[in-house]
């Protein structure tokens, strides 16, 4: 967007030569005549197409030609957005002198809201700026006083611009301007969010692609006009800032997208400040190593499963399934005076001997299961528990049985050693 006195340079400085399409058709003799009005010297017995290339090397025509299509092209793309901004308030004003042709003109002493809503425009939330715009033309036609517009608007938000409205103080709902602010505000009506419309904009199911242009520019100028950016100065440093954002890492660039900074110095200083203030220390770590290796040293610091003894790596630790050794627990000493006096054996009575238990075939279950590691066995199974004697001179044996319902997988119940169930 090149300021006036460039386009004045420009315009001036492409009259002083001919255009593309009529170079080619000037004569030899005009050529000369080209070359003498600029002082460029051309050798005798030029040909006509070595004096061609000596002309346009010598005054650089193809820079010349560039600037003045792009000119063009700048113009034509100019009057084309007017002419659909105009088509736009045209259709608005034929859509309202309709209106008052069916329903008459809005009184000027009382208002009718009712009546007003049958005018108002189709609130889209993916288009709220559209909507706005459209509203206004309206409202201005049809010369609806402002004090009633913030009241026609609410009756025709919906989504997340009605609940931007629901959260305004009642008396600041009844401002437009604010109403508007804050709906806008409710679909990112900033130049962070019209930036990312611009840049992510697609095309819809559907849609020509002289629609997709028409919403580009239209998401272009939006762009612009939140940014504040009106002249040729102010969208250079725009452009550089952008670019200067893809180049600082991403938590400087939020950084500064929350600023809104529009000014390469100032978004230049403000990165440099960032990082000195969020810098590490020289030659100090972050405290645990870092939030991956501080989780480690957590769990085997912190009460968690310490890592596995080489050594023992290849001995298998006791199961709490396994059963009990018949030469240990309760009542067995291999270095006690106790002697069997059925097997004639150390350490155990008579009513603990594993001799006698497995001559008289008495079975003895034991269960196991612990709720704390095995839920589903400890609130599946039944255990019975009785006291059984093989003769009436013989001690009472604990005789415990688990029944299991066939969903659960033993090892719930547990034999003794050297005995099936």
């Not at 051309?42 to 025509?61: C, F, G, Q, R, S």
């Not at 600082?248 to 950084?255: A, C, G, L, Q, S």
Request: hydrophobic share 35%; proline share 7%; net charge negative.
């Amino acid at each position: 967007m090149p300021g006036q006195d460039e386009l004045e340079s420009v315009e001036e400085e492409v009259s002083l030569f001919p255009a593309r399409r009529q170079f080619r058709h000037l004569t030899k003799e005009q050529l000369e005549g080209l070359a003498e009005e600029h002082e460029v010297t051309v050798p005798d017995n030029t040909k006509k197409p070595a004096l061609i290339k000596l002309l346009m090397a010598e005054l650089e025509l193809e820079d010349i030609w560039a600037g003045e299509e792009k000119r063009e092209a700048r113009e034509a793309e100019q009057a084309e957005r007017e002419a659909e901004r105009s088509s736009r308030i045209q259709l608005a004003k034929l859509e309202v002198e309709r209106a008052k042709a069916v329903h008459g003109p809005a009184p000027a002493s009382r208002f009718d809201v009712s009546q007003a809503r049958h005018f108002m425009p189709k609130f889209r939330e993916e288009d709220a700026d559209t909507f706005f715009e459209a509203f206004e033309i309206v409202a201005r036609e049809m010369e609806w006083p402002d004090a009633k517009w913030a009241l026609l608007v609410q009756s025709s938000l919906a989504g997340k611009a009605q609940v931007a409205f629901a959260a305004l103080d009642p008396r600041v709902g009844l401002n437009y301007e604010e109403l508007k602010k804050a709906v806008l505000a409710a679909y990112g009506g900033v130049p962070e969010s019209y930036r990312q419309r611009f840049q992510n904009l697609k095309r819809r199911n559907g849609e020509s692609y002289l629609d997709v242009g028409r919403r580009l520019s239209i998401a272009f100028d939006r762009w612009l006009a939140a940014g504040k950016v009106f002249d040729y100065s102010e969208l250079r440093e725009l452009m550089l800032v952008e670019q200067f954002k893809n180049i600082v890492p991403r938590e400087v660039e939020v950084y500064l997208s929350e600023r809104q900074v529009n000014k390469l110095v100032e978004a230049s200083q403000m990165a440099d400040a960032f990082e000195v203030i969020h810098a590490e220390p020289s030659g100090k770590s972050r405290p645990n190593g870092g939030r991956h290796d501080g989780h480690r040293n957590k769990e085997v610091s912190g009460g968690g499963r310490p890592p596995p003894n080489k050594a023992n790596l290849g001995e298998r630790p006791p199961s709490r399934w396994s059963a009990p050794d018949r030469r240990s627990g309760p009542g067995f000493d291999s270095r006690s005076d106790i002697v069997c006096h059925y097997c004639h054996e150390r350490g155990h009575v008579k009513s603990r001997c594993p001799v006698l238990a497995k001559k008289e075939g008495r079975d003895k279950a034991v269960a196991l299961a612990l709720e704390k590691e095995y839920p589903e066995v400890f609130t599946a199974c039944v255990v019975t528990r009785s006291q059984t004697r093989a003769w009436k001179s013989s001690p009472a044996i604990s005789e415990e049985v688990v029944v299991c319902p066939d969903s659960v997988t033993p090892p719930a119940v547990v034999p003794e050693p050297g005995r099936p169930l």
